[in-house]
């Protein structure tokens, strides 16, 4: 029982990007063994808890990070924050995580011009030179980003499926 708390805190902390994952599960087990006062009756309490602890554990990991000077998420923060995600918050950490990793699958697995659509759409800081296209030519392109959009879906989720 305690191997399987322990399985999924070790998966839950790398989700997380830990440095340590299995350090960082055992510290959250050694956490809940010192409380006296957690009686569990079945499993599921005990994966409950001790996804409570964790939170923690990772929060305490994340100011510890924070804090230090060679922090190498601070460059990017501003940057790949989600934006209801307070910048510096652990779902901001997450969500940068996981954009680069999908940044990753992109440009290994896209086309350069699938590639380039996705970023163009998802950049539109420029006006769109889509404007002096005719409504086929502009259609194409619409569906071509949907498609390569569909595509990296498509990657993403067999990729996180299998790690």
Same mark, same amino acid.
């Given at each position: 029982m305690w191997e399987q708390v322990f399985e999924a805190l070790v998966l839950f902390f790398r989700h997380r990007g830990s440095r340590d994952p299995d350090d960082d599960a055992q510290n959250t087990l050694l956490a809940i063994l010192k409380r006296d006062?957690?009686?569990f009756e079945n499993v599921a309490d005990i994966h409950l808890v001790a996804k409570g602890?964790?939170?923690h554990i990772a929060f305490e990991a994340y100011r510890r990070v924070k804090r230090s000077r060679e922090s190498p998420l601070d460059p990017v923060e501003a940057f790949l924050a989600a934006p209801d995600n307070s910048p510096g918050s652990s779902e901001a950490i997450e969500s940068q995580i996981y954009l680069q990793e999908v940044c990753r699958i992109?440009?290994?697995?896209?086309?350069k011009k699938e590639?380039?659509?996705i970023r163009r759409a998802a950049v539109a800081t420029t006006p769109d030179p889509s404007a002096a &296209?005719?409504? !086929?030519?502009r259609n194409k392109r619409r569906v071509f980003l949907f498609r390569s959009r569909q595509?990296?879906?498509? &990657?993403?989720? !067999?990729?996180m499926r299998d790690e």
């Amino acid at each position: 029982m305690w191997e399987q708390v322990f399985e999924a805190l070790v998966l839950f902390f790398r989700h997380r990007g830990s440095r340590d994952p299995d350090d960082d599960a055992q510290n959250t087990l050694l956490a809940i063994l010192k409380r006296d006062d957690y009686e569990f009756e079945n499993v599921a309490d005990i994966h409950l808890v001790a996804k409570g602890f964790a939170r923690h554990i990772a929060f305490e990991a994340y100011r510890r990070v924070k804090r230090s000077r060679e922090s190498p998420l601070d460059p990017v923060e501003a940057f790949l924050a989600a934006p209801d995600n307070s910048p510096g918050s652990s779902e901001a950490i997450e969500s940068q995580i996981y954009l680069q990793e999908v940044c990753r699958i992109a440009a290994a697995n896209l086309r350069k011009k699938e590639l380039d659509a996705i970023r163009r759409a998802a950049v539109a800081t420029t006006p769109d030179p889509s404007a002096a &296209l005719t409504a !086929g030519e502009r259609n194409k392109r619409r569906v071509f980003l949907f498609r390569s959009r569909q595509k990296l879906k498509r &990657l993403v989720r !067999g990729v996180m499926r299998d790690e």
